[in-house]
C-alpha cells in the first residue's frame, strides 16, 4: 500500500511564490516517475510537470519558466516551486507517484492565487 500527501498550497497574490511538497511512503520503493497536475474549476485534469527517478523533467508550457520541479529520492519527496503565479494557476493540485505497475494519487492541495 502506497500513501501519497500533498501540502503547501494557500492563497497568494498574483507574481507571488508557493512551493508544494508531496511524501510518498509504503512498501512499494524505489519510486518511479513523481508528478504533479492540477484541476481548476470546470477544467479536466492536466499535467503541470513530473520528474524521472534519475532527474529528467518536463513541464506543461503554461508553466515553463515559472515552475520548477524536483524530488529528494532518499525521502521520497517531491517538491514543486510555483513562482510568478497567475489566477489562471488557481486549481486543486494533485501529487502523482508511479510504484511498481501502479499509478498512486495524492487528495489534493488547493491553490488560490488573486488578482
Known amino acids: 500500500q502506497v500513501q501519497v500527501a500533498e501540502s503547501g498550497g494557500g492563497l497568494v497574490q498574483a507574481g507571488g511564490s508557493l512551493r508544494l511538497s508531496c511524501a510518498a511512503s509504503?512498501?512499494?520503493?524505489?519510486?518511479?516517475?513523481m508528478g504533479w497536475y492540477r484541476q481548476g474549476p470546470g477544467k479536466q485534469r492536466e499535467l503541470v510537470a513530473y520528474?524521472?527517478?534519475?532527474?529528467?523533467?518536463d513541464y506543461a508550457d503554461s508553466v515553463k519558466g515559472r515552475f520548477t520541479i524536483s524530488r529528494d529520492n532518499a525521502k521520497n519527496m517531491v517538491y514543486l516551486q510555483m513562482n510568478f503565479l497567475k489566477p489562471e494557476d488557481t486549481a486543486v493540485y494533485y501529487c502523482?507517484?508511479?510504484?511498481?505497475?501502479?499509478?498512486?494519487w495524492g487528495q489534493g492541495t488547493q491553490v488560490t492565487v488573486s488578482s
Open positions: 502523482n507517484v508511479n510504484g511498481g505497475t501502479a499509478t498512486y
Open positions: 509504503g512498501s512499494i520503493w524505489p519510486f518511479g516517475r
Open positions: 520528474i524521472t527517478s534519475r532527474g529528467t523533467t
